[in-house]
């Protein structure tokens, strides 16, 4: 399997595909502003104490107050706080973590009350983005995430991946590691550190330890709640970090900084790998390029057409998902109605697998399977899922065929769940269902980049239109396209786009900034 990642870079948003064998089976687009994401670190304040939920509201700054459970605090919030308490008193000494005395743990059934008042200031990490009207869901139990190994301050332990099978290994790896670990801080050995050399392991462990010293010395600065502490590594970085591995074969990015940044990456966790990356500069836009912009359409619909005919229909509410198998045209050529069956389920459990993977479906799903007669088919079916999940990174459970012919899913849901509104208002009619002459739809476009070049001086720019417009403005030797640049200036350039309408265009500077030229709603 050949897995390539695809970064879209614009100006005020991030797109990250991940294709495998050029099939899109991951999707995050984010925008580039944004804030209170997975791994922050804050230096948060009580706002309320809930005993009946035996919980506190945080404020982080987040127009919502974050939520924090008594079993979010860990077993060594009260050393935490100790040390806290500390950095926030001393003026110019900053105190060290290894010289900290580790208080005892905290008793799991206690109450909120007896350690946390209104007012009191916390250091908290983000465990879980603002999804729907719900703030951020918030841990005290603050962790370092590298390639080979995850780092925890305030406690002593080593913990070795249970995916490390080999016994032999992983006596070397908790031997290796307890005898280069600062104290005072805990480590859990990532599935990927099977194998490395000491040195490996070592610089990371530095690394991850000065990024804590670092934040730290943050929290003396500030000194007030609500504050930033630590921002968790630039989304496309940290997703490669999560997803990284030897089978990838190219890295795509269309940005110089994020190029560098990802290549730097790159060269830290797998050195000599640093020619799998690739700078995109084509005219076309990335996704159209790769592929990626038609597979958006086609698979973020309420409807999914996978094979032969079959299709699932998905469908979202504010307690689960749910998604309905068909077979549609499979029974009409089929008279044997349990083969029919059993293919088309097979087949879905392959594209439900890849679509929550796409969508980050988190939470309880439920799949209605089309009804199977055999249990033996129900049992392969089940085996088949479970099979398929496997490639997903997160955490899952799948539960057998039920009676009603149901399967149940929950899946870590840490997101909001991807949506993608492949259905959109007409851009030319505003949804009256009026539109002008489309015979003088190219007019409109000259007078607009004649605006452009002599009202508001823009000499270069891109004319970004639907595929079918573009290639009747490119057509023949004296194309409109062409005419345009002898008329008005020789750097426009023209650039087929599949995310556009019919009928709809937008223009773009250099630095790929939109230039508002749109029409506005004028149809009666």
């Not at 000194?223 to 990284?244: F, G, N, Q, S």
């Not at 110089?256 to 290549?263: A, D, G, L, W």
């Not at 249990?375 to 088949?384: C, W």
Request: hydrophobic share 40%; with cysteine.
């Amino acid at each position: 399997m050949i897995s390539e990642l695809v970064v879209d870079v614009h100006p005020k948003e991030v797109a990250i595909a991940v294709l495998e064998d050029k099939n899109l089976v991951e999707l995050q687009k984010e925008a580039r502003n944004v804030a209170f994401a997975v791994g922050d670190i804050y230096l948060g304040k009580v706002k309320k104490i809930m005993p009946g939920l035996n919980a506190a509201f945080i404020d982080v700054g987040y127009k919502k107050d974050a939520f924090l459970h008594y079993l979010d605090l860990g077993s060594n919030f009260n050393t935490q706080q100790k040390f806290l308490k500390q950095v926030l008193s001393e003026s110019k000494k900053q105190p060290v973590l290894a010289k900290t005395q580790i208080l005892p743990e905290m008793d799991k059934d206690g109450s909120i009350v007896d350690v946390l008042k209104a007012g009191q200031e916390v250091l908290v990490q983000i465990a879980k983005e603002p999804i729907s009207t719900k703030g951020p869901r918030l841990t005290s139990e603050l962790s370092f995430a590298g390639r080979f190994i995850v780092m925890i301050p305030f406690s002593d332990k080593v913990s070795v991946s249970t995916k490390i099978k080999s016994e032999e290994e992983r006596a070397r790896l908790r031997q290796l590691i307890q005898s280069i670990k600062p104290r005072n801080f805990s480590v859990i050995v990532r599935t990927s550190s099977e194998g490395k050399r000491v040195a490996d392991l070592d610089l990371e462990m530095k690394t991850l330890v000065k990024r804590w010293e670092d934040n730290i010395a943050k929290v003396a600065k500030y000194k007030k709640a609500p504050a930033l502490v630590y921002e968790e590594t630039a989304r496309t970085v940290a997703l490669l970090r999560d997803i990284y591995n030897p089978s990838f074969q190219h890295i795509h990015v269309n940005d110089k900084e994020v190029y560098e940044s990802v290549r730097e990456y790159v060269n830290l966790i797998a050195p000599g790998q640093e020619n799998i990356m690739k700078l995109y500069t084509g005219e076309l836009p990335m996704f159209d390029h790769f592929g990626i912009t038609k597979q958006i359409k086609s698979l973020f619909g309420r409807t999914v057409t996978y094979k032969s005919g079959a299709y699932l229909i998905i469908e979202h509410t504010e307690a689960m998902h749910v998604i309905d198998v068909n077979s549609g045209n499979r029974s009409k050529g089929s008279d044997a109605q349990e083969k029919t069956a059993i293919d088309v389920n097979i087949a879905a459990a392959d594209e439900i697998a890849r679509q929550l993977r796409l969508r980050d479906l988190g939470g309880i799903i439920v799949v209605d399977f089309i009804d199977m007669a055999e249990t033996n088919n129900r049992q392969k079916l089940f085996e088949h899922m479970v099979n398929v999940m496997k490639t997903d990174r997160a955490k899952h459970n799948i539960l057998p065929i039920s009676k009603f012919g149901l399967m149940q899913i929950t899946r870590q849901r840490v997101r909001p769940a991807m949506g993608v509104n492949t259905s959109e208002q007409c851009p030319t009619c505003f949804g009256s269902g009026k539109t002008k002459p489309s015979i003088l739809f190219t007019d409109n476009l000259e007078k607009k980049i004649d605006c452009l070049v002599n009202k508001h001086k823009v000499k270069k720019f891109a004319l970004h239109l639907h595929p079918y417009v573009a290639a009747f403005v490119n057509k023949g030797i004296f194309s409109l396209k062409w005419t345009w640049k002898l008329k008005y200036t020789w750097k426009l350039k023209v650039i087929p786009d599949q995310n556009l309408a019919f009928l709809e265009y937008r223009f773009y500077d250099p630095d790929r900034n939109e230039l508002d030229m749109k029409e506005e709603k004028e149809i009666k």
